[in-house]
């Protein structure tokens, strides 16, 4: 799932990854995770919609990464590749809209970062299947990297109990 994002963002400061694993078919597997919504994860709903402007309850993952400030920059049936720029820190949520995945690899405003999230489903070897989540933060100078540190700081510790609560739930879902 790394090799996902190695096209967007081989080297990030930051890097998240989740994984949960269910017995369900990866098409029924990917169907749950893509229901979910935002109302429906209480950490990570509420964090969403405080952060991102616009964000209402009733929307799901799937149509989140694929709206303002998110960025489609690939995908296939079973897998969403989705990015945004800025200053992630500030309490300003003022994103750029870009045009695009090239203007996504051609960001490089001083001061920001670029940040990628890759999502996707895989059969196992055992019958069962894998969600995956993938997140990789990149700053652009110095400035971004010592922000992005700090904020880090802070976030990082959570982000294991954040992060994997859709995955959680997707599962769940995929196998009832």
Not at 112 to 131: C, I, M, Q
């Amino acid at each position: 799932m790394s090799e996902e994002l190695d096209h967007w963002l081989p080297d990030p400061v930051i890097r998240s990854r989740h994984r949960r694993a269910a017995r369900a078919t990866p098409a029924d597997l990917w169907a749950a995770a893509t229901s979910i919504r935002l109302e429906e994860t209480r950490r990570l709903g509420r964090l969403v919609g405080w952060r991102i402007p616009g964000v209402q309850g009733s929307m799901t993952y799937h149509e989140l990464f694929r709206a303002y400030p998110f960025n489609v920059l690939d995908e296939s049936e079973q897998r969403l590749v989705s990015g945004l720029c800025g200053r992630i820190w500030t309490l300003a949520r003022d994103y750029p809209t870009l045009d695009g995945p090239d203007a996504f690899r051609a960001w490089d405003e001083p001061g920001t970062v670029r940040v990628a999230f890759a999502h996707g489903v895989r059969a196992l070897e055992d019958g069962r299947s894998e969600l995956w989540s993938e997140a990789r933060v990149q700053p652009i100078d110095t400035s971004a990297r010592l922000r992005l540190k700090a904020v880090w700081a802070v976030v990082g510790p959570f982000e294991r109990l954040v992060g994997a609560e859709p995955l959680d739930l997707a599962a769940r879902r995929a196998e009832s």
